[in-house]
């Protein structure tokens, strides 16, 4: 019945590409062009931030950015550059109420995070104010926390940290005032440490632009006592690279 049902769905909704529209053979996918055009990140990166080297430069060596400012989390790993394809999928997940995309993007985060999974973290999605998630219906990063979830069957916790203050999206706004933005907008639960039972955290998020929000979160929950927290996202913004957000 639920072969029968979904053969049913493609032909009132035939499956096609997240991207260009073109016919894929499944719902939720890219054609192989599309596919191609998607950037994976892959070694040699930066130990700590995971951005990208054109060449290997030694397993201990930093990125620029790891150096001249340190981020309060230990690691951050993403699937893709963030470029026209990705900025594509992100934004139906994000804003087009295509929740399901979560599941594809998850499909690519997985060996990204392969260092973090083995730890037995928990996975903490970046929470929206309860505004915003009632304005969009669900929260994106999720939705992405939960694909995961059933990826690696590591447990996700919605509540460890929550957006006490609606704050300006980030979209368009510099670095500067992106820090500003989200300072103090979060929220570690009084009981974080005991809810986590000595497991570390993996905060999820779709993209990684400055990291301006992943850092106030880590900040905060430091704060509550967490020690070992890391980040994973499904796209990642280099500067020179790719798109700007």
């Not at 989390?73 to 995309?101: Q, T, W």
């Not at 929470?127 to 694909?147: C, K």
């Amino acid at each position: 019945m639920a072969r029968l049902g979904g053969a049913l769905l493609d032909l009132v909704y035939p499956p096609t590409c997240l991207d260009c529209g073109a016919p894929t053979a499944a719902h939720a996918a890219l054609c192989p062009r599309c596919f191609a055009s998607l950037r994976p990140i892959t070694r040699p990166w930066c130990p700590v931030l995971g951005l990208p080297f054109e060449v290997s430069i030694g397993p201990d060596a930093r990125s620029a950015e790891a150096i001249a400012d340190p981020p309060p989390f230990d690691r951050a790993r993403s699937a893709v550059l963030y470029n026209e394809v990705a900025r594509a999928i992100v934004s139906r997940l994000k804003y087009g109420d295509r929740p399901e995309l979560a599941g594809f993007c998850a499909r690519l985060m997985h060996p990204a995070g392969t260092e973090f999974w083995a730890e037995g973290p928990v996975l903490v999605p970046v929470p929206l104010h309860r505004w915003r998630q009632f304005e969009r219906r669900y929260n994106q990063s999720t939705e992405l926390a939960r694909a995961l979830a059933r990826l690696t069957g590591l447990s996700v916790d919605t509540g460890l940290v929550a957006r006490s203050r609606r704050t300006r999206q980030q979209v368009g706004l510099s670095n500067d005032a992106r820090q500003r933005n989200v300072a103090g907008a979060f929220t570690a639960h009084a009981e974080a440490l005991r809810r986590l039972k000595g497991r570390g955290v993996v905060l999820v998020d779709d993209v990684i632009t400055t990291g301006s929000t992943v850092k106030a979160i880590t900040r905060e929950l430091k704060r509550a006592g967490v020690i070992k927290i890391d980040v994973i996202s499904f796209a990642h913004v280099v500067t020179g690279a790719e798109l700007p957000i």
